[in-house]
C-alpha cells in the first residue's frame, strides 16, 4: 500500500493550492482518510478527514470554510483544496488512510476520524508554504 501525496508548494497569502494523494494498492471502498500537517517545531495535527463514501466530512476550526476535502474513489485519489492561504499555514501536509470500521465494527463520527491511531497508512509529506 503505498499513498503519494503531492500539490504542495510556495504560495503568497490569500493563495490557493491543491494536494492530491493517489492511492496504489488497495481499494477505496471500506477507507477513510485523513490530511495531517506539521508545521516546523510543532507536533502534527490533524485538519480535515472524509469518510468512505465522502458524505461525512469534518474539519478543524482553524481550516474550516477555506479548505475542502474530496475524494475520487475511481481514481483512488483524495484532495484537499486550500483557499485564502495564510502564513500560519505552512507545513508538510500528509495523507492518511484507514479502516471506516475498527475491530469493533464502529465508525468514527466527528472529530473522532483525526485521531491517528486510525491511520495505519500515511503518505509522505508535501510541504506548503505561505510567504506574507
Known amino acids: 500500500v503505498q499513498l503519494q501525496a503531492s500539490g504542495g508548494g510556495l504560495v503568497q497569502a490569500g493563495g490557493s493550492l491543491r494536494l492530491s494523494c493517489v492511492v496504489s494498492g488497495f481499494t477505496l471502498d471500506y477507507v477513510d482518510f485523513g490530511w495531517f500537517r506539521q508545521a516546523p517545531g510543532k507536533a502534527r495535527e490533524g485538519i480535515s478527514c472524509?469518510?468512505?463514501?465522502?458524505?461525512?466530512?469534518y474539519y478543524t476550526d482553524d481550516v474550516k470554510g477555506r479548505f475542502t476535502i474530496s475524494r475520487d474513489n475511481a481514481k483512488n485519489t483524495v484532495y484537499l483544496e486550500m483557499k485564502s492561504l495564510k502564513p500560519g499555514d505552512t507545513a508538510d501536509y500528509y495523507c492518511?488512510?484507514?479502516?471506516?470500521?475498527?475491530?469493533?465494527?464502529?465508525?468514527?463520527?466527528?472529530?473522532?476520524?483525526?485521531?491517528?491511531?486510525?491511520?495505519?497508512?500515511w503518505g509522505q509529506g508535501t510541504l506548503v508554504t505561505v510567504s506574507s
Open positions: 492518511a488512510a484507514g479502516w471506516t470500521r475498527d475491530p469493533w465494527g464502529r465508525t468514527a463520527v466527528g472529530r473522532a476520524c483525526l485521531a491517528t491511531d486510525r491511520y495505519g497508512y
Open positions: 472524509i469518510n468512505n463514501s465522502g458524505s461525512s466530512k
